[in-house]
Each structure stands twice: as structure tokens, then as C-alpha cells.
């Protein structure tokens, strides 16, 4: 079956645009979890969505970054007012409720913000 | 609170000798440990995981890890690294419970393979 995708794989904007990063999980898994990896260093927890709530927001870096999810399925990542230093690879990843220790990553999405 | 230390940022192997890739964690409590391997351009990947079954786990490609609580180390290895083995490579610690959920990611090693 299909795996997690995310799209858009790559996405440059300019300083202070929104964007919106879109995550498609596999059929079923009802556990959702988005991450960044900045250049040169590790993946950083930003949220995890147990079906459409989000229990866990403490990975967010700033007011600017949220996210929300629909129908147990497509979550959307949104920044505000991006900042260079917002640019990573933003990475999603699902699992069913009862083996959240395996997750199942999408492919990122590069973003660059110039 | 939980941390994950990957003791060597870049490892560079010849092909055929051994693979060590060093783990070490501090958690409060029992935790689950991952290695996920992440190539070139391509998604993360799982390795293999422990959750307090078999201290010494068994993953794909070849890989082992053994946990070692005494020494608070979850390190992977492989007998023979093959080319294909180059890409980065990260520890993982989970730690779950009711109502709570905190995953902690090293920085990851970059491994290297000379042929």
C-alpha cells in the first residue's frame, strides 16, 4: 500500500510569506507526528495528533508555527511570517495507536526561506 | 526528562570491516530505543527497535543493537559494512505512557564507506 506523503517536496518563499505543508498518512494509522531537521543538525519533535487532537504541542518552536489535522487523516503544518532560520526539512511520520514506537516517515518537504 | 548522545558525528568505514555506531541515553524511566538510518534524498527508515523484549535486536540489512542498561548504551553494529550502508544514521528514545509521549532524536552519525 501507499506510505506517508507530503507535499510539497520542496517549497521557497521569501521572508515574512505563510506557507502550508501538507502530510497524508497511511490508511489507518490514527497517530501523526510532524518534525523538523535543520542542516547540520538533529530531527527536532514539533507535534503529535492522536486522531484530530493534539495532545502533545510542546515541540512547536514559536506562536507562529501550528498545525491541525481532519478526518484522522491530512494534517497541514502551517508557518506564519517565516524567517531564514525557519528553513529545514519538514518531516511527517504515522503509526497506528497501540505501536507508536514505529512510525513511518514521509519524504519531507525542503523548505528555504530567503 | 530524556536525552540521546550519539557519541561520533561522522564514522568512515572500508567496506567489509566492522560498523559501530555509538548510542548512549539518560531517561528517568524504561524507555524504547530506535535506529533509524536515513539515505541521500530518501525518507527515515526503521533499522530496528527495542521495547524491553531481547536485549540484543536484530534489524534489516544486517544491523544489531544491543541495550545495555548498566551502561545506558543502545549502540549498532554490523560485521561487514557494504557500500550501500553510507547514510546517516539516528538513535532514537520514546518514552509513552497514558496521556503523555516524548520522543527524543540524537543528532545523528554519518556514515561513510570507502570501497
Known amino acids: 500500500g501507499a506510505g506517508v506523503s507530503q507535499s510539497p517536496s520542496n517549497k521557497v518563499t521569501e521572508k515574512g510569506k505563510d506557507v502550508e505543508l501538507r502530510c497524508d498518512p497511511i490508511s489507518g494509522h490514527t497517530a501523526l507526528y510532524w518534525y523538523r531537521q535543520r542542516l547540520g543538525q538533529g530531527l527536532e519533535f514539533l507535534i503529535y495528533?492522536?486522531?484530530?487532537?493534539?495532545?502533545?504541542k510542546s515541540g512547536l518552536p514559536s506562536d507562529r508555527f501550528s498545525a491541525e489535522r481532519t478526518g484522522e487523516s491530512v494534517s497541514t503544518l502551517t508557518i506564519q511570517r517565516t524567517q531564514q532560520e525557519d528553513s529545514a526539512v519538514y518531516l511527517c511520520?504515522?503509526?497506528?495507536?497501540?505501536?507508536?514506537?514505529?512510525?513511518?516517515f514521509g519524504p519531507g518537504t525542503r523548505l528555504l526561506v530567503l | 526528562a530524556q536525552s540521546v548522545t550519539q557519541l561520533d558525528s561522522h564514522v568512515s568505514v572500508s567496506e567489509g570491516t566492522p560498523v559501530l555506531l555509538r548510542c548512549n541515553y539518560s531517561?528517568?524511566?524504561?524507555?524504547?530505543l530506535f535506529w533509524y538510518v536515513q539515505h541521500p534524498n530518501k525518507g527515515l527508515q526503521l533499522l530496528l527497535k527495542y521495547t524491553s523484549a531481547a536485549t540484543l535486536v536484530k534489524g534489516i540489512n544486517g544491523f544489531e543493537a544491543e541495550f545495555k542498561k548498566s551502561e545506558t548504551s543502545f549502540h549498532l553494529t554490523k560485521p561487514s559494512a557494504h557500500m550501500s550502508d553510507a547514510a546517516e544514521y539516528f538513535c532514537?528514545?520514546?518514552?509513552?505512557?497514558?496521556?503523555?509521549?516524548?520522543?527524543?532524536f540524537g543528532k545523528g552519525t554519518k556514515l561513510s564507506v570507502i570501497p
Open positions: 532514537v528514545v520514546i518514552l509513552s505512557g497514558a496521556g503523555s509521549y516524548q520522543l527524543t
Open positions: 495528533f492522536q486522531g484530530n487532537s493534539a495532545p502533545d
Open positions: 531517561s528517568s524511566y524504561s524507555p524504547s
Open positions: 511520520a504515522s503509526s497506528t495507536p497501540f505501536n507508536k514506537e514505529t512510525q513511518y
